[in-house]
């Protein structure tokens, strides 16, 4: 199996798992059976950096997880939305499928939308964003980057995509506007960088 990519969902780990000081809303979290998710984050060989999700945006906690304590694993990719809903994220999510399929890349939903499908559990409102994943592991050029940002704007709702080249994760608003330079997001940490797919040479 291969090691697990930022915005894996990963079943397995236990509240005896998390460290001693860890909030109680963390222990039940995981004692309801709920997935945690991929950080992009450094750690040692057999484990995996993690975060998990309470009911609002202060309850979130990162720790460390075992590799051979999962038991089951979604990435993004596995995610996808058909059928009518309320909320303007899944609304969104199934109207871009088509055509971010008919471009052959990789991608699926994460954050909110990705974990609402996961788990079933409703955690979007209204306001909230689609955030998504892109596969790119050849570079896209800045043009081909402002046509698809420009599609994907033809939603009901803001669409935040992060286009994951080998070096780390861009954000696709970024690669297709106009500055020198854009923010590269890896497990070594950020960087300023003038091409994301050159970015060990470049990082400033």
Do not use: F
């Amino acid at each position: 199996m291969s090691l697990p990519q930022p915005h894996d969902l990963l079943w397995g780990l236990a509240p005896r798992d998390l460290p001693s000081d860890a909030p109680d809303w963390a222990r039940q979290v995981l004692a309801a059976g709920a997935p945690v998710v991929v950080r992009r984050a450094s750690c040692a060989e057999g484990w995996v950096a993690v975060g998990l999700r309470g009911h609002g945006r202060d309850q979130r906690l990162g720790v460390l997880m075992p590799l051979a304590a999962i038991t089951r694993r979604l990435s993004p990719e596995d995610l996808r939305w058909h059928g009518p809903s309320d909320w303007p994220a899944l609304q969104a999510l199934a109207a871009i499928t088509h055509l971010l399929d008919a471009r052959l890349l990789a991608w699926g939903p994460t954050g909110g939308a990705g974990y609402q499908l996961a788990t079933g559990c409703e955690v979007l409102h209204a306001g909230s964003d689609l955030d998504l994943v892109l596969r790119m592991p050849q570079a896209l050029e800045r043009a081909a980057a402002r046509g698809l940002l420009a599609s994907l704007e033809q939603t009901c709702c803001r669409i935040d995509a992060q286009l994951e080249t080998p070096n780390g994760a861009v954000a696709l608003r970024d690669w297709a506007g106009t500055a020198p330079r854009v923010l590269l997001k890896s497990a070594r940490g950020a960087c300023l960088v003038a091409d994301p797919w050159q970015a060990l040479e470049q990082a400033a």
